[in-house]
């Protein structure tokens, strides 16, 4: 929400109320099928992404099922859609809130001790996709992110 709002007051044309329902919904279908990693993705290849991804639809397409009233279920059934495809400016302030709550629990991590190894390749690939958003309040904020992160001995590319 905070980046939806910033974006806008930077004069975008953003939909806060959708960024909200995204955000709220995009996790949703974990909460039939778990939370799946990103590294344990890694480890399947790239059949990964697609088992995780049709995992998600299904999950998504067995509660919308669940909303009797037709009316409703029309405004959220295209959500996970949406936010699949990345496309919206909604769908991708959503993303780049995940990847910068990924960051955020990686400075954890290695607060708590962790190893930098553990953690660095999936810094670097979150890190290359939030530069990839062009969206300036996720820069800033991943900029901060970055800072804290070497101040633990994590090096970034």
């Known amino acids: 929400m905070l980046l939806a709002d ?5 004069g975008s044309r953003v939909d806060v109320e959708r960024v909200v329902r995204l955000a709220l919904l995009h ?5 039939l099928t778990f939370d799946i990693s ?15 991804s049709e995992l998600d639809q299904a999950a998504w397409r067995h509660l919308i099922k ?7 279920r ?4 295209p959500l996970q859609s949406e936010f699949d495809a990345e ?16 960051l955020l629990q990686i400075i954890e991590y290695r607060r708590k001790g962790y190893s930098g190894a553990l953690f660095a390749g999936l810094w670097n690939s979150t890190s290359k996709r939030l530069r990839g ?5 996720v820069s ?17 590319s």
Do not use: W
């Not at 990103?38 to 995780?52: D, F, N, P, S, T």
């Open 6 to 10: 910033l974006e806008a007051e930077r």
């Open 27 to 31: 996790d949703l279908p974990e909460s």
């Open 38 to 52: 990103k590294v344990y993705l890694e480890y399947l290849g790239k059949r990964g992404e697609a088992i995780k």
């Open 66 to 72: 669940g909303i009797d009233k037709v009316a409703v």
């Open 74 to 77: 029309s405004k959220y059934a």
């Open 87 to 102: 496309r919206s400016l909604e769908s991708q302030i959503v993303h780049a809130a995940d990847r910068l709550d990924i």
């Open 133 to 137: 958003s062009g969206l300036p309040s």
């Open 140 to 156: 800033y904020f991943q900029n901060i992110l970055t800072q804290v992160y070497k101040k633990y001995g994590g090096s970034s």
